[in-house]
Nanobody, 125 residues
Framework: QVQLVESGGGLVQAGGSLRLSCAAS????????MGWFRQAPGKEREFVAS????????SVANSVKGQFTTSRDNAKNTVYLQMNSLKPEDTAVYYC??????????????????WGQGTQVTVSL
């Protein structure tokens, strides 16, 4: 099975940018589609972005379309979430997840079997 470790979170001012990374180990990375989800305090976890095994197909939540993008480097076993023009409402714990349905950049959290521990992103005014 694959293990996932997120990094790159932190405190940023509104309007700033962050790039999250999620490093995978323990299995062949290209076997998995990868997703990003977030959970803000008092709210349910929500889909942010996903990417299929080859990187040729991505999905992005309407709430962050044009603001966030995801990419992957299979040679480095890493998926990225580039977050631009950050707003206070983007404050959340961000999780990466891996799905064995690797041809599809799914938005459905139930298809993601493996999850990282999360990284905190805080956007201040």
């Amino acid at each position: 099975q694959v293990q996932l470790v997120e990094s790159g979170g932190g405190l940023v001012q509104a309007g700033g940018s962050l790039r999250l990374s999620c490093a995978a180990s323990g299995d062949i990375f290209s076997r998995y589609a990868m997703g990003w989800f977030r959970q803000a305090p008092g709210k349910e976890r929500e889909f942010v972005a996903s990417i299929n095994w080859s990187g040729q197909s991505t999905s992005v939540a309407n709430s962050v379309k044009g603001q966030f993008t995801t990419s992957r480097d299979n040679a480095k076993n890493t998926v990225y979430l580039q977050m631009n023009s950050l707003k206070p409402e983007d404050t959340a714990v961000y999780y990466c997840a891996a799905s064995t349905y690797n041809a599809v950049a799914s938005m459905r959290s139930e298809l993601y079997r493996y999850w990282g521990q999360g990284t905190q992103v805080t956007v201040s005014l």
